[in-house]
Structures are given as C-alpha cells and as structure tokens.
T-cell receptor, first 110, second 115 residues
Framework: AQRVTQPEKLLSVFKGAPVELKCNYSYSGSPELFWYVQYSRQRLQLLLRHISRESIKGFTADLNKGETSFHLKKPFAQEEDSAMYYCALATQGGSEKLVFGKGTKLTVNP | KAGVTQTPRYLIKTRGQQVTLSCSPISGHRSVSWYQQTPGQGLQFLFEYFSETQRNKGNFPGRFSGRQFSNSRSEMNVSTLELGDSALYLC??????????????FGEGSRLTVL
C-alpha cells in the first residue's frame, strides 16, 4: 500500500533559521514525489516536484530512495513561508491519483 | 485564465439526503480529480476522470460517485449522507493527464456539513 507520513503536525521556527519539513513514503515501485503548499486563504498549489530537481522560493527537496524520504528544506526561513505543507506521492502507470501526507503547519516567527 | 471553480462553496444537509457537487476545470484541462479533506484523515483521493471516463477510484463506498461531461466539467454525488461525510471536497484539474506535468490545480472546495 502507498503511504506518506509527515511526522510533524506543527513546526515553528524563527525568521532566518533553517527549516526542514520531513516526509517519508512507502511504495514498492518507483515513486514520483511532490510538495504542495497552502498559504492562508489560498488554494492548495504545487510547490515542487522531485523529477525537476528545482528550487522554488528557496526550497529544495531531495529524494532519498534508501531512506524512502523526501524532506523539504530551506536554509533561511521567511515569514511568508508560513503555510500548510503537504507531501504527496504519485504511483506509476499514469495514474492521476495522489496520496497525500496529513500535512505540516509551518509557522515562521519574526 | 480562470481557475478551477467549485459550486456550491458551502452546503448543509441532513443524514440520509444526497448531494451533488460541481467542478469546472481550467479551460483546456481534460483531467478532473476529486479529493475529500477532513481533519482526521487529511486529503484522500476519491476518483479521477479523463475524457468522460473514470480512470481511477479511491477506497470510498459506492455512495460516492461522479461523472464528467464532454466539456470536462465534472460532478460528484454522495447519496444517503452520513455524519462522517462532513468534509471539504476538493476538485483538481490537470492539462492532459497528471503524468505529463505532475501538477494539479485545485479549486477552493465545497464544504459539506451533514447534520
């Protein structure tokens, strides 16, 4: 069964501090992983995807197949990063099904 | 470009009733997915439609059903409502099929309360 675990429901850091949001997955095939974000009063939106190996708004995430993890990192958090972050897993076969973790609420304090 | 539009935004029903929710995808998007969001279970996949065909279905009882029209608009229906069906129902669309870009565009959701 596919499963995504985000162990922290809440995460609070100070502005300028590094931040890491943890994500672990369970899937026997070759996963595609994503981070979605929901800012206050906005829609859920894609932040980044592992296949792109891109940095968005200073965030990066590396897929570690050995540890089945896809942690989201940013070296210097900003107040505008405060949001709900969801890790999501897509399975093979062109399935349009995303399995989401339960999310981590990040608060960046001034 | 208009975003994904869901109607109604809020609704209250009583147990045993049925409800129909509507979703208009972004123009040109042919794939529409539905998710249920609750505080306890988080976001759970309901089903996905592409070109009027259901391509994938989540683990929900048969009371949950959906369809897609030729203009890509989609509806989902929940019959014989139960208290546990109270949730935010999110619709998401993608351009051709998720596998191309991995990006789903979500609507604001329809919040259903079952009394």
């Amino acid at each position: 069964a596919q499963r995504v675990t985000q162990p922290e429901k809440l995460l609070s850091v100070f502005k300028g501090a590094p931040v890491e949001l943890k994500c672990n997955y369970s899937y026997s095939g070759s996963p595609e992983l994503f981070w979605y974000v929901q800012y206050s009063r906005q829609r859920l939106q894609l932040l980044l995807r592992h296949i792109s190996r891109e940095s968005i708004k200073g965030f990066t995430a590396d897929l570690n197949k050995g540890e089945t993890s896809f942690h989201l990192k940013k070296p210097f958090a900003q107040e505008e990063d405060s949001a709900m972050y969801y890790c999501a897993l897509a399975t093979q076969g062109g399935s349009e099904k995303l399995v989401f973790g339960k999310g981590t609420k990040l608060t960046v304090n001034p | 470009k208009a975003g994904v539009t869901q109607t109604p935004r809020y609704l209250i029903k009583t147990r045993g009733q049925q409800v129909t929710l509507s979703c208009s995808p972004i123009s040109g998007h042919r794939s529409v997915s539905w998710y249920q969001q609750t505080p306890g279970q988080g976001l759970q996949f309901l089903f996905e439609y592409f070109s009027e065909t259901q391509r994938n279905k989540g683990n929900f009882p048969g009371r949950f059903s959906g369809r897609q029209f030729s203009n890509s608009r989609s509806e989902m229906n929940v019959s014989t409502l139960e208290l546990g069906d109270s949730a935010l129902y999110l619709c998401a669309s993608s351009l051709v099929g998720f596998a191309n870009t991995g990006e789903l565009f979500f609507g604001e959701g329809s919040r259903l309360t079952v009394l």
